[in-house]
């Protein structure tokens, strides 16, 4: 059953191995044939949140807090870091799963497409890519690790959420992180306000969420349908349904018509079918998630092309992910993850998601379509989860520069 038109994007075709055979382009098919309601089954019980298996974060293993607070509008909005273990690779399962994607570091062939994801930043780039590969094999290799050695043998994984303070008094807490006790970081919360609203930025940031909705049951939750599965399957959602679906109009409308007098307004990014991206504008801020991974001028999740030049150890795996995901060949623009344009692909893996993309290839002018609408948007600066704080002119060029492939014209 092939699509009616080919993938306007040239990009690699993902791999899934199982004794060493690649299956992708088998499962790609059965997954295409399954009714919607089995196969969003299938993605939900694979990507739901491990409530067994929780990464711990930087108090279970060190008794230090794992959060770092800034504040962006004095009084009204601030932006919180959370740090926890890299289950990527202290985690068997989770090292499993990622070498079935093609993702284990020790393999010939990933080795190589690091080198060259390295090649296109010159050759010291690649010299210390050789360095990481040789220490990121060490820890792929090593199969138990104390809590202490989960934070000082490799750098955390590191999320932030966004707090924002809403005009009544209350927050919105965009990208929910765990709220502990320890440390003080729940009190601090308590004394900015009560959580009256939680927006689930991406669908695939779910993990604290279990624990963030058994705290504050009362608040609003805000976010997609993906989301709401994932969460119902871990039993987390304390009405076993959104309260708003920010991908559904009339929903929609009805949320910001509330959420209007707070000061607030909620953008969705309609045809962002794998991470489901639902953004907020507060104080002049746009808040944002999942969609950018380099900037306009090649920054990297928040770090300084200044910086980056610096080559920290600190930074390794960050690296190696950019060289096997982000960089040229390896990515056709050398700005978004290569998954991204692969997720979108109707003829090949977009088939395995929760939504798949229109036959027709129009789900790609559709998100084209909104992120016009995005730029357009009132706001005069951008705050990310995985990127840092920039002006607008800087998100609006950076969004360009990662997505105009979607149609081939400029977003701006």
């Given at each position: 059953m092939p699509a009616t038109v080919?993938?306007?994007?040239?990009?690699?075709?993902?791999?899934?191995?199982?004794?060493?055979?690649?299956?992708?382009?088998?499962?790609?098919?059965?997954?295409?044939?399954?009714?919607?309601?089995?196969?969003?089954?299938?993605?939900?019980?694979?990507?739901?949140?491990?409530l067994s298996a929780s990464p711990?974060?930087?108090?279970d293993c060190l008794k230090e807090s794992p959060y770092e607070t800034k504040e962006l509008v004095e009084g009204k909005l601030w932006k919180v870091t959370y740090a926890m273990e890299d289950k990527g690779l202290t985690d068997a399962t989770a090292k499993k799963k990622a070498k079935s994607f093609g993702m284990d570091w020790t393999q010939p062939d990933v080795k190589a497409m690091v080198l060259a994801g390295a090649a296109s930043e010159g050759e010291k780039a690649v010299e210390i890519a050789k360095k990481d590969l040789e220490e990121v094999e060490k820890l792929w290799n090593k199969t138990e690790y104390s809590l202490e050695e989960k934070f000082t043998l490799m750098q955390p994984s590191v999320v932030s959420m966004l707090v924002v303070k809403l005009n009544s008094g209350g927050l919105l807490l965009y990208a929910p992180t765990r709220v502990r006790d320890e440390a003080g970081f729940a009190e601090w919360l308590n004394s900015l306000g009560k959580v009256e609203y939680l927006v689930v930025a991406s669908s695939f940031h779910t993990l604290s969420l279990p624990a963030v909705l058994a705290r504050?049951?009362?608040?609003?939750?805000?976010g997609?349908?993906?989301?709401?599965?994932?969460?119902?399957?871990?039993?987390?959602?304390?009405?076993?349904?959104?309260?708003?679906?920010s991908f559904d109009s009339e929903s929609l409308q009805n949320v910001n018509s509330t959420l209007e007098k707070e000061g607030v307004k909620i953008v969705p990014v309609p045809g962002d079918l794998l991470t489901n991206v639902t953004m907020v504008i507060a104080h002049g801020f746009i808040l944002t998630c999942d969609l950018l991974y380099t900037l306009d001028e090649g920054e990297c999740m928040g770090v300084s092309n200044?910086?980056?030049?610096?080559?920290?150890?600190?930074?390794?795996?960050?690296?190696?992910?950019?060289f096997l995901n982000i960089n040229k060949p390896n990515s056709p623009?050398?700005?978004?993850?290569?998954?991204?344009?692969?997720?979108?692909?109707?003829?090949?893996?977009?088939?395995?998601?929760y939504d798949k993309p229109a036959k027709d290839g129009s789900t790609c002018s559709t998100m084209?379509?909104?992120?016009?609408?995005?730029l357009k948007e009132d706001f005069t600066s951008a705050a990310g989860v995985h990127?840092?704080?920039?002006?607008?002119?800087?998100?609006?060029k950076s969004i360009d520069v990662t997505w105009k492939w979607l149609d081939g014209k400029p977003l701006l």
């Open positions: 080919p993938f306007h994007v040239e990009v690699e075709k993902m791999k899934m191995k199982m004794v060493g055979l690649n299956v992708a382009p088998m499962m790609m098919k059965m997954m295409d044939l399954l009714p919607d309601k089995t196969r969003q089954a299938f993605s939900t019980k694979q990507h739901a949140p491990n711990l974060d930087k108090w504050y049951p009362e608040a609003v939750v805000i997609a349908p993906q989301a709401e599965a994932k969460l119902n399957h871990v039993n987390a959602l304390v009405r076993k349904q959104l309260d708003y679906n200044e910086e980056w030049l610096e080559f920290k150890d600190k930074h390794r795996m960050l690296r190696l992910f950019k623009n050398g700005h978004l993850a290569k998954y991204r344009f692969m997720f979108m692909d109707h003829t090949g893996m977009g088939l395995m998601g084209a379509t909104s992120l016009r609408g995005v990127a840092g704080v920039m002006n607008r002119e800087k998100f609006r």
